[in-house]
């Protein structure tokens, strides 16, 4: 009998807010992207932040700044929603 890994704790949605919050640099925008509502992206973020071992994205004023451990996430998380976007064509 084959054994399958647990089902990942980080969903594509979360790794699509945290993309989207770098790429457009701030929730609100990040959420007009996404055609999502503000609270749903800062939502998606903190449960991201809760299962890495550090988190990914830091609140300065408005804007939202990279650490550490999300600059080395962020070409994980587009490579892996490229992939997705690409099994779906």
Known sequence: MRKYNPIP??????WAAF???VDEGTYARAAEA?????SSVS???ARLNEVLPSPALEQDGRKAVLTATGTALYRYASNLLDQAH???Q
């Open 9 to 14: 704790k980080i969903t594509l949605e979360q």
């Open 19 to 21: 993309k989207a919050v």
């Open 34 to 38: 996404l055609n999502k509502s503000q």
């Open 43 to 45: 939502y998606a973020i």
């Open 86 to 88: 690409a099994t779906e």
